[in-house]
């Protein structure tokens, strides 16, 4: 911890030259907006008038919210949208945030009544963000949630078939084309925060953009054949040509399925039910406050720009005089010095992992008895991706009177989401960037500085309800070094798991598909490589069935190919329940001045084989005391992580079951069995020992060590498997457990037992 003393806002911030956060280069009109926006609350077209019919026949509730609707700076470019969308194909929005784009945008194309041929989809690169904002939503339309407006998120689907306006996670969008490859149900595609650029949404631009340009050319076909037919009848009665063919514009009526007519809409595929199903062309928006316009505007045909301009709220910005040492510490400081300085308003921190949100509420926690008597109380509120979605959900509520809530987030809470109540962001200019280095395939996670976009996002958390205050623990001269934007993800990590889903859509050819930013080849290789290797692609690159089976789960190729085998092996019980468990990041508790009983009460559960049966003998001992809390802080186990793998589990035994598997198949005491199974997916990520007691890499001859939070730490076994190879400060391999070596040829039909792969995927000499 450095001194604290040195740390206070007063002497520590100076007050940023754009008190609404710092414009972008080009922003020279201190919007945060290029200067080509103009001035006022419309970017392009008349204002709209303030009310417009709105015959919500669907609405069950009463709608809420309706004044701050209407005065949020989107609602005044509402017409400009609706015609900007209405022309194009492709529409990209730039709006500050919390002027409205996620939550008003949907609602302006449903009131108009353009959504009348299908949904509107609006992804979300989280799930936190997708729930929330139906729920917004849902209650602005006045609907319940579920019916005409909700969501679907992984494990989670609360939409139903009357729902128009559904917010998911861009990777269930990629399921569902998996199911849908035209995505016949959706109008609308709004593609948000698309600066973003997660790994799944890039996957999901080239993708749309295939979809979009099939659609379109059905329906030009299908207006062609249309016109053809119409010449033709006309000749036969001897009257004239018809109208188009005299350069007039068609009137073509509306589609109606099943209809006699149909000319903006092509029939396709029969939809099971022996119903013809017709397509209309898909329109696209791009919404984001933080993206280059122009760059995303080139990629989707050239499509539309508008520039709102407007917040609804300044925020002040203030930097760090000094560069903070710590800056976990810096945030402790300062957190308490805004508590007991500045006036109401609940406060959000921006951190890096979990470890780092608990090591914090425990100081927070810790300091509030020592809060000045006078001062109001804190409650403070984790919120990270492992946290259970009931206890993420707890952000969201009001503090209790006379309390402060402080939030201790991850970047889940960097974009899309409103906070209710926050005024103070602190933003630690930090997160866990992950990496993969395709040459020899080792991914890291690593602590690094965030980009100017992300700072923005971050800064945008506040101001949305109320003037907002960000202090960010940094100097102005390390904000103004940091990168415009973030490395896309396409460009840093493990493509297995995009490649699968790719070919699952029918993507032959994954090299030439259309990237916004291609992927360097060799990752491309490495993953047809894996992919191959675990038999989910043939020699020609095809996907195999069982390839098909593993795109159905939502889990990580490797983790879905011990899943299959579970059922040959007879182990589905375990392989479920130890893959729900990895699901969490740490499941044994550790605080720094209890590490000794901690570890005491961690060997009760400890297997000599290693990290997956510790897991496994941890579950069983919850479930025999059927989950009771105390227990859990009597055995340092971390409740709210146990809880999360239960969930994970449940929506796992459902898909089990969906796709004919008995997810109630167990090997019983024979846990050999369970290790074996896992080596089927993982036989690239197994290690032998080595005379001098290291481990050498099977697959890339790496030296590597057993992380120390492992139970096999220090151990010394023939050979161990490992879910992870991980760069932190070493390279360590975590959720590992030993293995006979000779499990391992046997593990991998198409690679270790044949030798070299001979397919034409890939190059021989990159595999070691
Ligand atoms: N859950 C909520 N509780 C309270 N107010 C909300 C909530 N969700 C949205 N709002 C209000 O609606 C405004 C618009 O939110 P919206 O998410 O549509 O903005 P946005 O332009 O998409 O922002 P961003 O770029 O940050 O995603 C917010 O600034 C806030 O005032």
Redesign the pocket.
Known sequence: MTNSTKFTPKKAFVNSPASNGPPPASSPNGTGLPSTAPAGPLANGKPTPATLPDPDKYATVPRQHEA?RKR?P?YGARQAILDAIQRNASVVIV??????????IPQFILEAGLAKYGGIAVTQPRRVAAT??AR?VAEEVGTPLGKRVGYTVRFDDKSSPSTKLKYLTDGMLMREILSDPLLHRYNYILL??AHERTLRTDILFGMLKEIQQTRRQMCKDRKAQWYRQRVSDEARRGSGPPAEANGTDLDLGEHAVGGAVSTDAAETISAGNGQPRFVHELKIIIM??TLDAERFAAYFDHAKILYVAGR?FPVRVYNSLEPQTDYLDAAFVASLQIHTEQGPGDILIFLTGQEEIETLEKLLTDHRALLPRDAADILICPLFAALPPAQQAKV?NPAPPNTRKIILATNIAE??I?L?GIRYVLDTGVHKARGYNSKVGIESLLVEPISKSSAR?RT?RAG??ALGFCYRLYTEDSFMALEEDSVPEILRCNLAAAVLQLKAAGVRDVLRFDYMDRPPKLALLRALEQLYSLAALDDTGALTKLGTWMAEFPLDPCYAKVLYESRALQCTTEIIDIISLLSVDNLFVAPFHKREEANEARNKFISPDGDHLTYLNLLRAYQAVKGDIRWCHENYVNARGIQHALEVRKQLRQVCTRVGMDPNVSCGVDLDRVLQCFVTGFFHQTALLQPDGTYKSVIGSQFVRIHPASTLFNSRREAILFNELVFTTKLYVRGVSAIQANWIPEASPNYLKRGQPKSKLAPSSSIE
């Open positions: 701050e949020l989107i709006g500050e945030t919390g002027s409205g784009k996620t939550t008003q929330s904002l917004r948000d925060e984001s406050a609804q969201f974009t899309s409103t209710p996002q945008g949305r309800e």
